[in-house]
């Protein structure tokens, strides 16, 4: 189960008649509650090996929140060509992770009816929240257990997208 409530404000301010900002937040309650059980692989088919094998890998109940914050400047340099210049931040609370993402973008329009675009940005984003409470259980030497969340302190994801667009209008 995973229920979010979300809010979110923008705010856009024009400086001059080529340059405008526009900034913005967002902000997601989460509730979460999950259990994933798993049994060991065996190559017998007992059937009730399930109820007395199964271990939980995944467990987790709570709340959480997570927090985005952006700006995005738009300055159009000549007729033809505007750049924007941004940033995204991302913060997730469950492990205190953040990122500040760069994102940029220039458009040209050569002609009447063509735009010509490029754009390059880092975007992150935070794993399916099952995945931070991964459970491993280890046999050690001595003979006790040790039970550990690996990915509860993983970082975002991260992926570096860069965009070429030509357009043309009929």
């Not at 979300?6 to 400086?15: D, E, I, M, N, V």
């Amino acid at each position: 189960r995973d229920i979010r409530v979300t809010g979110s404000l923008s705010y856009l301010r024009k400086f001059t008649p080529k340059t405008r900002l526009k900034t913005g937040l967002s902000f997601s309650l989460i509730d979460f509650t999950f259990l994933k059980q798993t049994l060991p692989r065996s190559p017998g088919g007992d059937l009730t090996q399930f109820e007395r094998d199964r271990a939980i890998s995944v467990q987790g109940e709570g709340q959480t929140q997570t927090m985005q914050l952006y700006a995005q400047v738009s300055h159009q340099l000549t007729e033809k060509l505007t750049v924007n210049a941004g940033a995204n931040f991302l913060f997730l609370n469950l492990n205190n992770t953040w990122q500040i993402d760069p994102r940029i973008s220039l458009r040209y329009v050569p002609g009447q009816r063509q735009t010509l675009s490029f754009a390059y940005g880092i975007h992150s984003q935070m794993l399916p929240l099952a995945q931070y409470f991964f459970t491993q259980t280890d046999s050690l030497p001595d003979g006790s257990v040790q039970t550990t969340m690996p990915n509860f302190n993983l970082d975002m994801i991260r992926s570096h997208h860069l965009i070429g667009a030509y357009n043309y209008l009929f």
